[in-house]
């Protein structure tokens, strides 16, 4: 079965600055999805950012971009000039190509603090 | 578009009783999954449904949950007996399409067992 491992519980940064959150995933497939999906509090989970194994290019979505390095099975989230806003949960979580029995695969999470 | 629509939101039952939970996806997502999220972890699926058949329900404890999605649309999740490790929040989830695509969340059904 898939792993994903969020190895910082939290994170903290300053307004405005930019912080990155680290993933990493054990699997023996050539093609699969990976994802960012943020949880806020007392809310319902989001999906931040999307990256298909089988493109080079990392994804970007305005402020966020990852870098997805696929022989280290990393998958490191970049969150650039942080926001109030972003003070959330951040789950990474692994999916197959071929929609696998197990779904999305989570990892643990990280906490997200954004001091003003 | 409406979004996944989950309740009840918050249910307190002592062990040993029974609780159910209901989704309803949005319209024409025909992949819908319940997670289960204990407090401090990730989300852990227990099934995945394409439409009204099962996809995938190998981490859903049989012998006391069950769930059913009628008519591919709205789907309900029970639990009978209900155990205190099952305190945990559960989530609805659809998609459009069963691999890769976008996960849209409900805002989940918080459970307490006493």
């Known amino acids: 079965a898939q792993t994903v491992t969020q190895s910082q519980p939290e994170m903290s940064v300053q307004e405005a600055e930019t912080v990155t959150l680290s993933c990493t995933y054990d699997?023996?497939?050539?093609?699969?999805?990976l994802f960012w999906y943020k949880q806020p509090p007392s809310r319902q989970m989001i999906l931040v950012i999307r990256?298909?194994?089988?493109?080079?290019q990392n994804a970007t979505e305005n402020r966020f971009s990852v870098n997805f390095q696929k022989a280290a099975k990393s998958f490191s989230l970049k969150i650039s000039d942080s926001q109030l806003g972003d003070a959330a949960m951040y789950f990474c979580a692994y999916e197959d190509s071929g929609g696998g029995a197990d779904g999305l695969t989570f990892g643990k999470g990280t906490h997200l603090i954004i001091q003003p | 578009e409406a979004g996944v629509a989950q309740s009840p939101r918050y249910k307190i039952i002592e062990k040993r009783q029974s609780v159910a939970f209901w989704c309803n996806p949005i319209?024409?997502?025909?992949?819908l999954y319940w997670y289960q999220q204990i407090l401090g972890q990730g989300p852990k699926l227990l099934i995945q449904?394409?439409?009204?058949?099962?996809?995938?329900d190998s981490q859903l404890p049989k012998d006391r949950f069950s769930a059913e999605r009628l008519k591919g649309v709205d789907s309900t999740l029970k639990i009978q007996p209900a155990k205190l490790e099952d305190s945990a929040v559960y989530l609805c989830?659809?998609?459009?399409?069963?691999?890769?695509?976008?996960?849209?969340f409900g805002e989940g059904s918080r459970l307490t067992v006493l």
């Open positions: 319209s024409g997502h025909a992949t």
């Open positions: 990256q298909e194994a089988y493109k080079q």
């Open positions: 989830a659809s998609s459009f399409r069963r691999a890769g695509g976008e996960l849209f």
């Open positions: 449904f394409q439409n009204n058949g099962v996809v995938d």
């Open positions: 699997t023996s497939e050539s093609d699969y999805y």
